[in-house]
């Protein structure tokens, strides 16, 4: 992990502007599909948010 680091935090760059469509879209870009927890995809599902279906965790499935 302490070798890609770079590749790691890049997708998180994002957050600064506060973009969620860039940020979800540069981690799936990035190939960095660890599932949200589930309290965080009920959350981006309550203020309209569409979170790609390789992020989803199972116990978060509907």
């Not at 927890?37 to 116990?59: D, S, W």
Request: hydrophobic share 45%; glycine share 8%; aromatic share 8%.
């Amino acid at each position: 992990m302490w070798e890609n680091r770079a590749a790691i935090v890049e997708p998180l760059a994002t957050l600064k502007e506060g973009k969620f469509d860039d940020m979800i879209g540069n981690v799936v870009k990035f190939g960095l599909k660890v599932p949200l927890h589930a309290g965080a995809v009920k959350f981006y599902r309550e203020i309209g948010q569409t979170i790609p279906a390789e992020l989803i965790p199972p116990e978060a499935k509907k």
